[in-house]
């Protein structure tokens, strides 16, 4: 089994993530967070807002609709650009991603290139493939009354997107939030919530998904700036996943993506590279987008998107910078990370999950030596109890005996697991045990 694999298959036995609709099956590219991994992804997603807009004085949340107005679409380049190139193999019928069945294929291959590659199908190995065709990666919806047999016209009149970038919702309130906040430049838009991609072949578990959550910002700077708005944001979000995500550095890369690989919005790019079990990926995006969104949006609503500086008078469509992450891919890069196998120096092998103390789902765990001695039972009740008075995120676990509550708390990351015995009821203390250490230290309950 690959680590990835070890990873898929402890995210399912401890309830962290399961495939989605399983009980049917699966449904490609959908998953669902079960109770551990709701946790830990609440904790990234209050992690990331906290150090992008509660922390700090210039950023504001927004929460918009998914469904957009279709001009949404239209105005932002989507509707025409927002396409991966596929490819069919004429023989199985298979369809493909062209840029992902093999290397040195990029985003903006031709037939031409992508035959001069002699690619094998990845399904049933023959070489006879279509022409590279643009597939729009935007998921189409009706809204309202919609039948199966209305004529096309009122089908299409009807046409929705889920939206395939949260950012959308953002750069359409640009002027409600100016016009209710006055906000100095620079300042932030920052929003957090599901996108959707119709993704031609997702894989890797949650690194590519048909639903993903993306946390998003907007920061909006006077043109003339954008290149220092855009380095102390490469340093701000390395800093977010390196310190408060505790990513390894040395796999973290920046990539400055060429021009002819840059969405249709970007004069400048770079993809924070994450070397992930099965190889290096995109972590997250910073672009700059110009004011490539205001002025679309200006000429789609006829509505002026023009700030106006409060102190020097000057108006001006600002600039923007943009770093965007999917919480999927940080869970996964978080994960796998923290998710290590060792050998204990009593010769057990345990799994353990080393994640920073602020991500772990509990930060504690409370157990009574034996769950068949009521007195233990009490008193570790009374512990666990006065213990979730002061912290939220504390456990249970009286099951089996204490070598296998250990492991499971190291296979699901708790930091510390605290136990009740017979000396507890004499002196009123208890055994604190570390779960990257395994050392265990005896601390009085006042102290805990
Ligand atoms: N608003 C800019 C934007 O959406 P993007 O590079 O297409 O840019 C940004 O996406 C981030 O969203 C990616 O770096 C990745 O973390 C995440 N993301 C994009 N597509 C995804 C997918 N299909 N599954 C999981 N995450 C995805």
């Known amino acids: 089994m690959s680590k990835l694999d070890d990873i898929v298959s402890l995210c399912k036995r401890r309830g962290f993530i399961f495939p989605g609709s399983d009980i049917y099956g699966g449904f490609a590219g959908t998953w669902d967070f079960g109770p551990l991994g ?29 469904l957009m107005n279709p001009k949404t679409w239209e105005a932002s380049g989507h509707t025409a650009t927002f396409a991966d190139p596929l490819v069919e193999c ?207 949006i200006a000429r789609e609503s006829g509505k002026s998107m023009e700030y106006r500086d409060k102190n020097t008078g000057e108006t001006y469509v600002p600039h923007v910078i943009e770093p965007s992450i999917g919480v999927e891919r940080l869970f996964l890069a978080v994960l796998s990370t923290a998710y290590t196998e060792e050998e204990l120096p009593n010769g057990e092998k345990r799994t353990v999950l080393k994640l920073p103390a602020n991500l772990a789902p509990y930060k504690f765990c409370v157990s009574p030596l034996l769950k068949n001695k009521p007195e233990l039972v009490d008193k570790a009740k009374e512990v666990y109890n006065n213990l979730r008075d002061k912290y939220t995120f504390v456990t249970w676990d009286d099951s089996g005996n204490i070598g296998k509550r250990y492991r499971k708390q190291d296979e699901i990351g708790t930091p510390k697991c605290i136990v009740i015995d017979f000396d507890t009821l004499e002196d009123d203390t208890v055994t604190i045990r570390d779960r990257d250490t395994t050392e265990q230290i005896r601390v009085p309950i006042a102290e805990l």
């Open 38 to 66: 709701v946790m830990l992804k609440k904790n990234l997603t209050d992690a990331w807002w906290k150090c992008f807009v509660e922390d700090r004085d210039d950023i504001y949340g927004v929460d918009a609709a998914i």
């Open 90 to 296: 004429k023989e199985c019928k298979s369809r493909f991603r062209a840029d992902k069945i093999a290397d040195g294929i990029t985003e903006s291959v031709t037939t031409e290139e992508f035959l001069e590659k002699h690619v094998a199908c990845p399904v049933c190995g023959k070489e006879n493939w279509g022409p590279i065709r643009k597939f729009n990666m935007m998921f189409v919806t009706h809204v309202g009354a919609v039948l199966p047999d209305d004529d096309a016209e009122t089908a299409n009149k009807n046409i929705a997107y889920l939206r395939p970038e949260t950012a959308q919702g953002i750069f359409t309130n640009f002027k409600n939030v100016v016009d209710t906040i006055y906000p100095n430049i620079p300042f932030g838009i920052a929003q957090q919530g599901k996108s959707f991609r119709n993704e031609i072949s997702p894989r890797d578990f949650i690194l590519r998904d048909r639903e993903c959550s993306q946390m998003e910002i907007e920061y909006f700077v006077h043109p003339n700036t954008w290149e220092e708005n855009f380095d102390k944001m490469l340093q701000l979000n390395h800093s977010f996943l390196e310190d408060v995500c505790g990513l390894d550095k040395a796999k973290l890369h920046d990539y400055d993506v060429p021009a002819e690989d840059r969405a249709h919005y970007s004069k400048r790019t770079i993809d924070f590279m994450f070397e992930y079990p099965n190889g290096e990926e995109e972590l997250m995006g910073l672009a700059y987008r110009t004011d490539f969104d205001l002025n679309n």
